[in-house]
């Protein structure tokens, strides 16, 4: 799982040998170091024997349940391995796919120039991806099949873009968002990103954009995100946090801000303050530093990222 606090964790059952705080590893294509182990009740231990289960802290990425989890002594021989199996898998991914226009979804169906739909799903628990991908399994259609490419835990990053664009999928995130590259490279490559935290609107969105009745639907456009530096505490104000815009603007004027911590969405509302200098401002552009306080919300932490967007009325492609 991808934890809010701790990054990608994994629970491990040992079969073989012990596990200790230090061990290079190798799970799948993930070459990484124990930093932390964790018992069944919680308790940092610092090694862990056969037929015990045991919660690993070390993993770059969310592994894919299954892996084999396996200690290594030579790093450089690990990362060929790991390298070997990601490209492998990339190129099964890729061999599995095949192109698709999306522009006008129902109209190349009725063309039959349609035949499978293709979707990729990244989401921040295991349990959510699992059943997107289940029900969206489910979903007949007499001239189309819709078809789940790939699922897996965490934000959407670079190689999931890229995925799409070689087999014109659409991405569902669900309770998730994508790294700052993964967007610039979806945006150049006309790459459709879709974000929800319900998931039978998810569903629905697709059943009806296979029926030709996707209505005229909102949709967020990020207008800035800001990185938080450092945190202060004010008396009978509470929290602001001292920011820097990585990109774009942060705006007064926006419908709505988020809070993103290790790439999952842990609260939304509204901008209630930006100040620059003391002073407050309409907007802070990209390069510069402000003072930012969210309404009823004040457990920031340094390294989160601010998003603020606007909301836009489009027309109902998918």
Do not use: W
């Amino acid at each position: 799982k991808l934890d809010k606090g701790r990054g990608p964790v994994a629970t491990v059952l040992v079969q073989n040998g012990t596990i200790k705080v230090g061990d290079l590893f190798l799970s799948g294509n993930i070459v990484g170091k124990v930093r932390a182990l964790l018992d069944d009740t919680g308790k940092r231990i610092n090694e862990a024997g056969p037929s015990t289960p045991v919660e690993v802290i070390g993993f770059s990425e969310v592994p894919t349940a299954g892996d084999v989890f396996a200690v290594v002594d030579d790093e450089k021989k690990a990362r060929q391995i790991a390298m070997a199996r990601l490209q492998k898998k990339r190129l099964a991914e890729m061999a599995r796919t095949r192109k698709l226009t999306l522009d006008d979804l129902y109209s190349k169906i009725k063309d039959g120039e349609i035949k499978e739909l293709n979707i990729i799903i990244k989401g921040d628990v295991q349990g959510s991806v699992e059943a997107l991908k289940d029900a969206f399994h489910l979903i007949t259609h007499e001239q189309v099949k819709v078809k789940v490419i790939h699922a897996s835990v965490g934000g959407i990053n670079e190689s999931d873009v890229m995925l799409s664009t070689a087999s014109n999928a659409i991405i569902i995130g669900f309770n998730v968002r994508a790294e700052s590259k993964a967007y610039q490279l979806a945006e150049k490559e006309g790459v459709d990103i879709r974000h929800y935290n319900i998931i039978y609107e998810a569903i629905a969105d697709v059943k009806k954009a296979l029926e030709g009745m996707l209505e005229p639907t909102l949709k967020e456009k990020v207008l800035g995100r800001a990185e938080v530096r450092q945190t202060f505490q004010v008396s009978r104000l509470g929290t602001i946090a001292g920011c820097y815009v990585l990109e774009g603007i942060i705006s007064r004027a926006s419908d709505g801000i988020r809070i993103v911590r290790d790439n999952i969405v842990i609260y939304e509302g509204k901008l209630a303050s930006l100040k620059r200098f003391k002073e407050d401002v309409r907007e802070a552009q990209t390069g510069y530093e402000c003072g930012i306080m969210i309404e009823n919300y004040n457990d920031l932490k340094t390294g989160d990222i601010l998003e603020n967007y606007i909301i836009e009325k489009i027309a109902g492609k998918l």
